[in-house]
């Protein structure tokens, strides 16, 4: 009864959706506060019933009710727990029941939390949040409903996809769909304001906590699926192009352009418009996102569901918010009252830069995603758009945006000293340029990308650390004084000052791409071989029994020169109840870099086909990631008040100081 | 017990979207003085002073973010504030009443229509545990499969289940499952030809490269074994190596002992492998055995055909089907299949030139 009861929760929360979208706005309309009100009873009644049926959902799973089918599609009596668990929304209709949940979960803060907020603004903004509810709401229950029975029900379940039976998978989607979804927050906002017609600091006050939570998330979710994808897959890579990292990627570049504008708004009430538009922006893509994934557009690892039912539903969805809400953008943005004007050269200007080279990459893997799409379905023509064309454009303008990131970070708000900045930052340029120099020599004619990466990422990383001790320490302060007065900056200065070093080291292990070692060969017994500047040897083969599933373990010896560096075990997986095999790959992180064995199935003489590769300073790739990811949790931290203003008299000190 | 959790639920759902409404008091014009922007920059004030005096911001910075803040507030006081309309009872009765006739009047036949209302849960620890006495085969097979997820070095419990999987169609897990039996238990050449058996009904029908193996080393296990050569001359037929498969079958006969009941449907491929009648079945030693292979076979070549009509599929599987109908003499089904394969595979220029090879091994004709 307990499968019924969720639901039936669903359908009632469909209700509470409708209630939500209706009543607010109607209140909104007639300037009633007890109808306003509602908005946030609804939004509350719809995230305990979506949480009572997510909760039937994972009860079935976990007591192995085949009677529900997608219990019975995806789980198996055998698969250990935590698969049961993070198997839930390793399948189509469960993954869209965690998107209605985050959803909700997130319009339930909204209506725990808004109350600085002006009603009218919080109405609107949770009937728009009502209204993405309903959408998602009546697509799960139409065509992909995650409690649909089984009469009679199996005795097995046929299993969770090997490939997803990782902790990867209870980390990579939730986090990332809390990111997806966070941006709707923002996006409800902008629709709320545009239909009120203004605009004000409460709006970007209020926002940019639930902007820096989604942009946190996704930076996280991305760098855990990519880091997933780099073990799992088998042959070391990170990051593919693959139209589905693209449109993860799309919102995230969407998002950290708002995050920056919208710290401009909340400082200098200057750029409200493009704030807004960069907020729909965000969440289409989001959207957009979700279609490319949940429609069977694309076939890969993510595409669970091939149903045409479903992509015609999502497509129609995505027209409807997407479309309409440019439509409310165009009809509603004039209206907005503009925003002071600035300086080129200031921190506003070079906030201003660095949304227009976001922005413009964003529309290269955009259209890089979308043009094969599209051409193969007006024309039947297939053609690839691969590394090299995203590389050459969306790359280079993130490299380029990366170069003038800590310039823009030292400039002042309202005015800026471009002169006194570069010079303050001397040590930096000059750590970059020694970098690339070095890494150009290191690699003797090969190609210089990887240098030119390996110095932006230094002046990058110095750049931030500069930049704390020139607002930390003067010439002639006490240490111990500076560093109190460095652990006095604000906790909105740290973050950001983190976010950008975490840029500054995800490059950098990008660049060590460039310098690592690959070698395909098939291993004997005993017989070392070279791989960059260390040795792997192998020594043993032998079988193990996981409890789902056998696995081929070739255990082996990681040396440089003589000495025992790691001893790793790559192994080949076979799951009985899929007949599928899934590839363990060997690690052995030394330093920042990793070596990385991957094995095929042995030959019967013992040897073992594999591929090794040593991979300088991977690892910084996703401690990048992360600390980017600190550094929006810093900030969000921050609640005290930020005006431009109080900047000034402290940059001009500081820029005399260091005259 | 069920419908009154239902109604609880959804009385729940609509009480509690609807409680502002309920507890609030007549409608009078309440402004909205804690939430309206000048009363934001008001509090922003208010915090600049606390901050000043916790000693967090420093006295220069306070006096400039002060101005910034009064000068906001100035410019939100003189924005003329939307004169609001008086609230009207009307509408949060209505609203009221909206939601607390919509939810059921929604929820109920949605869920009426959507939901199983009279089923239970079943979770697995709840259900009798399969075993093998049990009636149901499904019951029974998941039972040895938990067997031999937990044992998987059991190979009798393959070699039970093998023979099972080939009743229930399941000829990929039969397969799976008779070489896991040959692999724990070692070679046995009945056991080797039953798997060979099981990749040919899993692929359609057509013999293999790898089920023809399985063969040849069941036949030098156990040299001759009916049902392996009977396969191995399937497998010349299935090439086009008519002499070969006529002569396979010959000495097939030749060799049986004459009361083998499956020497009828040897004798039946045979003749229309020559292109004569089929001969007289003897009416006492005729067993269902002929005709359910040959039903058999032609089961499997209609389930091949349906799968790839309804999913597509490889140029092998197309190839495979094409060959079927033929070695079926059902020309006028394979001329189809080409056509449909033509048109299924048109984008893949490789496909289309294998199958134009293989329309004129066949003798089908040419591209249209």
């Known amino acids: ?659 | 017990m069920f419908w009154f959790i239902m109604a609880g639920m959804a009385a729940f759902a609509a009480l509690a979207a609807i409680w502002p409404v309920l507890r609030s008091s007549p409608p009078s014009r309440d402004a909205d003085p804690a939430t309206s922007e000048p009363a934001f920059y008001t509090a922003q004030l208010d915090e600049i002073q606390r901050d000043v005096e916790r000693g967090l911001l420093p006295q220069g910075e306070a006096a400039s973010a002060r101005a910034e803040a009064a000068r906001r507030l100035i410019s939100a006081r003189s924005e003329a504030p939307k004169p609001a309309l008086p609230p009207r009872a009307r509408w949060r009765l209505a609203a009221a009443a909206l939601i607390a006739v919509g939810v059921p009047v929604v929820a109920l036949p949605l869920y009426a229509y959507l939901g199983r209302p009279q089923m239970p849960d079943e979770p697995l620890a709840s259900r009798p545990p399969p075993s093998l006495a049990s009636s149901n085969i499904e019951a029974a097979v998941a039972g040895v499969e938990a067997h031999l997820i937990a044992k998987p070095d059991d190979g009798k419990g393959w070699a039970v289940i093998a023979p099972v999987y080939m009743r229930l169609e399941r000829y990929e897990d039969a397969a799976r499952a008779y070489s896991e039996a040959l692999r724990l238990l070692g070679e046995d050449g009945a056991r080797r030809a039953a798997y060979g058996e099981a990749l040919v009904a899993a692929a359609g029908g057509v013999v293999t490269d790898k089920a023809r193996e399985a063969f040849m080393k069941a036949l030098a296990d156990e040299p001759g074994l009916p049902q392996a050569r009977f396969y191995l001359a399937l497998a010349a037929e299935q090439d086009g190596e008519k002499d070969d498969a006529i002569r396979d079958y010959e000495s097939l006969i030749a060799d049986a002992s004459p009361d083998a009941r499956w020497v009828d449907a040897v004798k039946k491929r045979l003749a229309s492998l020559k292109g004569e009648p089929p001969p007289q079945a003897d009416p006492e030693a005729s067993a269902a055995a002929p005709e359910a292979q040959q039903a058999m076979i032609e089961g499997m070549v209609s389930r091949l055909a349906n799968r790839l009509a309804s999913n597509g599929g490889s140029v092998d599987e197309w190839e495979r089907l094409i060959r079927a109908y033929t070695v079926l003499h059902e020309a006028d089904k394979a001329k189809a299949a080409l056509a449909d394969a033509r048109k299924a595979l048109a984008p893949d220029q490789n496909a289309v030139a294998s199958l134009d090879a293989l329309a004129h091994d066949l003798g089908l004709g040419d591209a249209n």
């Open chain 1, 1 to 659: 009864m307990i499968v019924e009861i969720g639901h039936f929760a669903l359908v009632l929360a469909l209700c509470a959706a409708l209630a939500q979208t209706i009543v607010p706005s109607l209140g909104a309309r007639l300037g009633d506060p007890v109808l306003m009100g509602v908005g946030q009873s609804a939004a509350l009644t719809q995230l305990a019933l979506v949480t009572i049926a997510f909760a039937a959902l994972v009860n079935a799973h976990l007591t192995s009710d085949f009677s529900v089918l997608n219990v019975a599609e995806n789980s198996h009596s055998a698969v250990p727990t935590i698969y049961k668990i993070s198997g839930i929304w390793g399948n189509h209709e469960g993954s869209m029941l965690l998107w209605l949940l985050i959803l909700a979960i997130f319009g339930g803060l909204v209506a725990l939390f808004g109350r600085s907020l002006p009603r009218a603004l919080r109405a609107n903004a949770l009937a728009v949040q009502g209204l993405i509810g309903v959408a998602f709401l009546l697509f799960i229950l139409l065509t992909s409903n995650p409690f649909e029975r089984l009469d009679p029900a199996p005795f097995e379940g046929r299993d969770l996809n090997p490939v997803l039976q990782d902790p990867g998978l209870a980390v990579h989607p939730p986090m990332l769909y809390l990111g997806y979804v966070g941006f709707s927050i923002v996006y409800s906002f902008a629709a709320a304001a545009l239909i009120e017609g203004r605009i004000d600091a409460a709006w970007a006050r209020f926002v940019r906590p639930f902007a820096l939570v989604a942009w946190s998330l996704l930076t996280l979710g991305i760098a855990a699926g990519s880091f997933w994808a780099y073990y799992t897959l088998g042959w070391g890579g990170f990051w593919f192009w693959d139209p589905v990292e693209n449109a993860s990627l799309m919102p995230w570049l969407a998002g950290t352009a708002f995050v920056h504008s919208v710290a401009v708004m909340e400082k200098r009430d200057a750029l409200k418009v493009w704030t807004i538009f960069l907020a729909i922006l965000a969440f289409s893509f989001s959207l957009l996102g979700t279609f490319l994934v949940r429609s069977g557009v694309l076939t890969s690892v993510h595409a669970f569901a091939n149903d045409p039912r479903r992509g015609v539903f999502i497509l129609a969805i995505l027209a409807f918010f997407i479309l309409g809400s440019f439509a409310l953008f165009a009809w509603r943005a004039p209206v907005l009252k503009q925003g002071g004007l600035f300086a080129p050269v200031s921190r506003e200007g070079a906030l201003v830069l660095n949304n227009l080279l976001l922005t413009t990459a964003c529309a290269t893997v955009f259209f890089g995603t979308l043009y094969p799409l599209a051409l193969e379905e007006l024309t039947g023509e297939k053609i690839t758009v691969g590394a090299p064309f995203f590389n050459a454009t969306c790359g280079l303008l993130l490299l380029a945006a990366a170069s003038v990131m800590p310039i823009g970070f030292s400039l002042a708000w309202k005015r800026g000293d471009l002169l006194g900045v570069i010079q303050r930052l001397t040590a930096a340029i000059a750590a970059g340029a020694v970098a690339a120099g070095a890494g150009a020599a290191w690699l003797r004619g090969g190609s210089i990308v990887a240098a030119i990466m390996a110095g932006v990422a230094i002046f990058v990383i110095v750049g931030s650390l500069i930049e704390v001790v020139v607002r930390a320490w003067r010439p002639g302060l006490a240490p111990g004084l500076a560093l109190r007065r460095a652990f006095g900056l604000p906790l909105s200065f740290w973050g950001a000052a983190l976010a950008h070093f975490g840029v500054g080291l995800t490059l950098l292990g990008l660049a060590g791409v460039g310098f690592g070692a690959e070698t395909i060969t098939t291993l004997h017994k005993g017989a070392p071989v070279e791989v960059g500047p260390y040795s792997v040897t192998l020594d043993s083969i032998g079988d193990r029994v996981g409890p789902n599933y056998r696995e081929t373990v070739a255990a082996m010896t990681v040396r440089s020169g003589a000495t025992v560096v790691a001893m790793i075990e790559p192994a080949r997986r076979q799951f009985a109840a899929r007949q599928m095999a899934t590839t363990q790959a060997g690690l052995a992180t030394i330093h920042f870099g990793q070596i990385y064995v991957s094995i095929a199935d042995p030959t019967p003489d013992g040897d073992v086909p594999a591929r090794l590769y040593w991979k300088p300073l991977v690892t910084l790739i996703w401690f990048g990631g992360a600390t980017m990811a600190l550094g929006g949790a810093l900030s969000l931290a921050d609640r005290r008040l930020r005006f431009g203003v109080a900047a000034r008299a402290r940059a001009g000190a500081v820029v005399a100081a260091a005259e």
